[in-house]
């Protein structure tokens, strides 16, 4: 079955470091993969979409990593802030269905 | 910026009973979504809606779930008779064209349903 995963330890930085964060998956073969952040209690907010056939993609202090081979995806936040505290959701989809499947999450907590 | 609303927030409800869930969408989409989240658990997806159609459902969304777009503002999901496992934070979401090729959708809050 299809399984998507990501560290369910809680990830733990200083400010101003690089965070990241992996997704992987198996018995997938997805079109894309989107990253987004969920705050406790609020609703998933998306950050970055890449595609199947994109490597990399990168928005402001925020890049994603898209490796079809090793299916994985890494999602990397620079000059880490507190504010950047959140958990942070990898979703996979395909061109075919309007689910998302997301997996667990990651928390991260990003201290002065 | 405009944003996906859902009523109630919070909802307590016996063991049994029906629940209606409300979402507003966002004004142009036409693209909507149900989603749930057991506490502690992933995101699931439930359903999408399409032109007054079920686009998709998963294997959860059974007989006892439906939606309806009753006016042109508001998509419901309705839960016939709670079981205890339907606690869950369940998300309306929508999107101005379809969650196809990784298309943004856009999540509500969230209402809190806790079945006792």
């Known amino acids: 079955s299809q399984k998507i995963e990501q560290n369910s330890e809680a990830l733990n930085i200083q400010e101003g470091k690089t965070a990241t964060l992996t997704c992987n998956y198996t018995n997938y073969s997805p079109a894309y993969l989107q990253w987004y952040r969920q705050d406790p209690g609020r609703g998933p907010v998306f950050l970055l979409l890449i595609r199947e056939n994109e490597k990399e993609k990168r928005k402001e202090r925020l890049k994603v990593t898209f490796d079809t081979t090793l299916k994985q995806s890494l999602f990397h936040i620079t000059a880490s802030q507190p504010a950047d505290s959140a958990t942070y959701l990898c979703a996979l989809g395909g061109n075919s269905g309007y689910a998302l499947n997301f997996g667990k999450g990651t928390s991260l907590l990003v201290t002065p | 910026e405009p944003e996906v609303t859902q009523t109630p927030s919070h909802q307590v409800t016996q063991m049994g009973q029906e629940v209606i869930l409300r979402c507003v969408p966002i004004s142009n989409h036409l693209y909507f979504y149900w989603y749930r989240q057991i506490l502690g658990q992933k995101v699931e997806f439930l359903v999408s809606f399409y032109n007054n159609e079920i686009s998709e459902k998963s294997e959860i969304f059974d007989d006892q779930f439906s939606v309806e777009r009753p006016d042109g503002s508001n998509f419901t999901l309705k839960i016939r008779s709670t079981k205890l496992e339907d606690s869950a934070m369940y998300f309306c979401?929508?999107?101005?064209?379809?969650?196809?090729?990784?298309?943004?959708?856009?999540f509500g809050e969230g209402s809190w349903l806790t079945v006792v």
């Open positions: 979401a929508s999107s101005e064209v379809p969650q196809l090729s990784g298309n943004t959708i856009y």
